[in-house]
């Protein structure tokens, strides 16, 4: 949804009659992007995806069948599997799609989700789903009630979702989008670009950084979303560098080396005071146990236990294995 924030600002301020449509429930279709989203105007223009497009004349006819002043609707759904093909879907699904006026989505929204930072929208629909009130929760608010609770937890998460939720007052829809993963790479090399690849095609950010100072200041400016990869063996860039990332709270600090070099970090780390508990969450050596072996391969055992990490997934690392590294 983020990609709609400037069209979404850009059709408010011309004065359309649009409305945003994104599914509440959902069941089938396969692998789909959490974040499929798409505005429709009356007239009958379309901008964004979802269900690659499959339901968009549908959802153009009900938002002129809506019109000017028109309130909340939610739309059932279907493609059966021929459609499915004929769309690239990987099978066919049910959905419910909900159709919000944009007027009635907060402006706050689309400029938090255009400047990139982690948000949720709670939309509440009375049993009608005639009227759909929505209000934006932040990362880090106090949460007011069990949807705030959980607008919370999706965005801690670092992945978009979204989930629907009900009670005696109706339907709560809860979406977040996370802050992207802010890769930062000590350490510069082949791997380290491959590693930013890797990152890109996960529509993540990554930085490379030469120096402990360096890597200190990246740290600090993108808290909220960083995640710390350490190629350097140089004990003072390694050491100080894992230890500002453990006392920041990043949530995922990796390093990779040998077992020897692992060892030698955290004693290194022990030395300047680091716990326990604080080591434990060191990933070293770093990347899921994939038996990866060139550049490309080890860049995906990285990001791949960086997703499941932040997505508190256990997923087997390397770490917690105990067989020769290779």
Not at 30 to 54: F, M, N, Q, S, W
Not at 58 to 78: K, N
Not at 161 to 179: F, H, I, K, W
Not at 306 to 320: E, H, N, P, S, T
Request: hydrophobic letters at 45%; proline letters at 5%.
């Amino acid at each position: 949804m983020r990609e709609l924030a400037e069209t979404a600002r850009q059709w408010v301020a011309e004065g359309r009659v649009a409305f945003l449509a994104r599914p509440v429930t959902e069941q089938g279709f396969g692998p789909r992007d959490p974040t499929g989203a798409v505005l429709v105007d009356a007239r009958g223009e379309c901008a964004g995806a979802l269900y690659r497009g499959v339901f968009d004349a549908e959802l153009v006819a009900e938002a002129a069948a809506l019109g000017a002043g028109g309130g909340a609707r939610v739309c059932e759904v279907s493609v059966g599997a021929g459609e499915a093909t004929g769309a690239k879907l990987t099978c066919g699904g049910q959905a419910e799609v909900l159709l919000q006026p944009l007027s009635a989505v907060p402006a706050e929204w689309w400029e938090l989700l255009g400047s990139g930072a982690g948000v949720a929208l709670v939309t509440r629909l009375n049993e009608g789903a005639d009227a759909a009130v929505s209000e934006v929760v932040r990362a880090g608010d106090v949460p007011a009630d069990d949807a705030g609770r959980r607008a919370g937890e999706l965005l801690e998460t670092r992945r978009p979702g979204r989930d629907a939720l009900y009670g005696g007052s109706g339907l709560v829809l809860v979406e977040a989008y996370p802050s992207a993963p802010y890769v930062v790479i000590g350490g510069g090399g082949e791997l380290a670009e491959v590693i930013g690849a890797q990152a890109a095609l996960l529509g993540w950010e990554s930085v490379t950084v030469e120096s402990a100072g360096e890597a200190e200041k990246v740290l600090g400016q993108h808290r909220d979303a960083a995640c710390l990869v350490l190629l350097s063996h140089e004990p003072d860039f390694d050491v100080p560098s894992l230890r500002t990332a453990l006392a920041l709270g990043i949530p995922y600090v990796g390093a990779l080396g040998s077992r020897r070099t692992t060892a030698r970090r955290r004693e290194g780390l022990a030395a300047a005071g680091v716990g326990e508990a604080e080591l434990a969450r060191v990933h070293g050596p770093i990347g899921l146990d994939l038996g990866a072996r060139t550049p490309a391969e080890t860049a995906l055992a990285i990001c791949a236990e960086i997703l499941g990490v932040l997505g508190g997934r256990d997923a087997r690392g390397l770490r917690d294995s105990d067989g020769p590294l290779r």
